[in-house]
């Protein structure tokens, strides 16, 4: 291989001056027919049209990539923002209740002061609602139909059940088929129920499976609450969602409640909690101070 120079005139020569650049060049045969200056001139415009190759190769490179780069973020925001503005969630307002049609037409009624919330996007793979409060569900059969609590995940393919999901601590009920209840703190296996058998899931006991009343585990859906030993503060919060009232409980906070009270009518609501516990109450427009 031979070693020619390059001056600034864009002329070769075999001078070596400091500025001259080095060209690495293959042995050059001048073709037959060619003056010596018709070769050179042939050899330089090669030389050129190789030396505009590379920046031009590595441009287009770095144009494809940049392009396929703006397609992925693209791509990403718009799956991004049609999954969130499929988002759907409902609120059942203090003082009433309200029932919900699922996409697949399974039905959820909502108990006062619950939050119900899915994705309609994701619906048709993956039938998934959160629930914050207390709900009753009928599940249409199909996939399998995942519930999420806060303390607890519950799955099933086509059944009926009620879930109590409020402050830390998640009640589930199952009234027909099959219902899996997975709890997120307790690693252990999944505790399965039928029909009749209940269980509850917190964060400060093992959940275990019971039995339980069928007809009073669901009476809230006519406006009848039922409480087994239950601590007063929840019963009172039931009230407060049940008749859009503030409570201000200013007894010993430990105490337990067992008994019931409908929807219709406060005053006496206030009667069946306190007479039996010996509290009084006193109400100030929609604040209710008990003692």
Known sequence: MRLFRKNKKNEFTGAAPEETILFPLKRIEFPYKKTKEEAWKALLEKIESQQELQPHSFFMEWKYRAVAAVIAV??????????????????????RQMSVRLPDQSLVSLNAGTRLSYNKLTWKFHRTVAVEGEAFLTVQKGRRFTVKTSEAEIAV???SFNVFARSGRVRVNCYTGRVLVTP???????????PGKETVV???????????????GVAWQKGEFYFNHEPLSMVLQEVERQYNVHIEYRGVSTRFYTGYFTNRNLTETLDLICIPMNLHYQMKGK?????
């Open 74 to 95: 693209l791509v990403a925001s718009v799956s991004w923002l049609a999954y969130h503005a499929c988002n759907e969630t409902v609120f059942c307002p203090y003082a």
């Open 157 to 159: 393919l086509g059944t």
């Open 184 to 194: 997120r703190k307790y690693h252990t296996e999944a505790l399965v129920l039928t």
């Open 202 to 216: 917190s964060k400060d006991e093992k959940p275990a499976i019971s039995a339980f009343d069928a007809e009073r």
């Open 287 to 291: 604040t209710i101070i008990i003692n």
